[in-house]
């Protein structure tokens, strides 16, 4: 049944004066756990969090409802949206929206803020880096499954890198958007997941133009770390840097990326005394200016 069907229905939205709009999901778009029944995302001008969904009995079936909150989405756009949010904001039916608030609202999501991308560049591409060392490292001793599990992990860190490095944000269905926007990433993977050679040749072709692009965009990537190291202008330890709220807070990576910046001389070592301890010398890091 379509829309239409659920006109009645619809209307008690429609009359709600905390409704904002309503998003209808179309049948051709599965994301969990709406695969089979109607399902429509109702946004309400409210300033708390709606993750529950709600399955409403009418007299022709059961329709599903997620609420989200005005509030939940605009936090969103600033720190990053749920991927299934955003898949259906993107392609849902619009069948109610106040003050063009869903219209604009798209909009915004190919404008990504400047501070949100920096951030996110940085986590990928820690968790990108982190993903090929454990892969090469499960190659060399000869873990090839493993491997190819963590090349998979490192790959998607890769497409969320792109799809933030273009002012977008990261869909349910993150291949089909990263075609579009790296059709050579793509490749990539379609490579790695349907060709029909041996599974380790097939992860060491891979390894090979992922090292490049680490190589290439690390100074790119690591802005945002660099930012918060220059906060302060003496040496950062590599916990007080793994525990700071604005790394922890976006799962950065820190301890193996801050070893491959030392070695592009992006940020230098020193050594720091332990309070209370002259025998004892721990290591600190600043950006190098």
């Known amino acids: 049944m379509g829309i239409e069907a659920h006109k009645q229905f ?4 429609q009359s709600r004066q905390d409704v904002q709009a309503v998003v209808a999901l179309p049948e051709h778009i599965k994301i969990p756990p709406f695969h089979e029944k109607a399902a429509y995302l ?3 001008n409210s ?3 709606h993750p529950a969904v709600r399955q409403l009995l009418t007299k022709e079936e059961v329709i599903l409802e ?6 939940e989405l605009e936090k969103g756009i600033i720190h990053g949206l749920d991927e299934n949010l955003v898949t259906w904001i993107q392609h849902g039916e619009v069948v109610w929206d106040k003050d063009n608030y869903i219209v604009r609202l798209k909009q915004r999501l190919h404008r990504a803020p400047e501070s949100l991308r920096k951030r996110m560049l940085c986590r990928e591409y820690s968790r990108l880096l982190h993903a090929f ?3 090469r490292d499960f190659l060399q001793e000869g873990m090839i499954l493993d491997a190819y599990h963590a090349l998979l992990k490192a790959l998607y860190a890769w497409a ?3 799809v933030y490095h273009a002012g977008e944000q990261p869909e349910y269905a993150i291949w089909k958007q990263v075609k579009q926007l790296d059709p050579s990433l793509y490749k990539l993977y379609e490579e790695l997941t349907l060709n029909h050679e041996e599974l380790e040749k097939r992860v060491e072709l891979i390894l090979l133009p992922m090292e490049f692009f680490l190589s290439s965009r690390m100074k790119e990537s690591v802005r945002y770390l660099i930012e918060v190291m220059e906060t302060r202008r003496g040496p950062w ?3 007080e840097l793994a525990e700071h709220a604005s790394i922890a807070k976006y799962g950065i990576e820190t301890s193996l990326l801050i070893e491959k910046m030392v070695q592009r001389s992006l940020v230098q070592e020193t050594v720091c005394s332990l309070s209370g301890d002259q025998q004892s010398r721990e290591i600190g890091y600043f950006p190098v200016k």
């Open 10 to 13: 619809l209307q008690t939205w």
């Open 160 to 162: 969320k890198w792109i």
């Open 42 to 44: 109702v946004v309400v």
């Open 66 to 71: 997620q609420q989200v909150s005005v509030w």
């Open 237 to 239: 330890k590599l916990y």
């Open 133 to 135: 060392q454990a892969t």
């Open 47 to 49: 300033s708390e969090d």
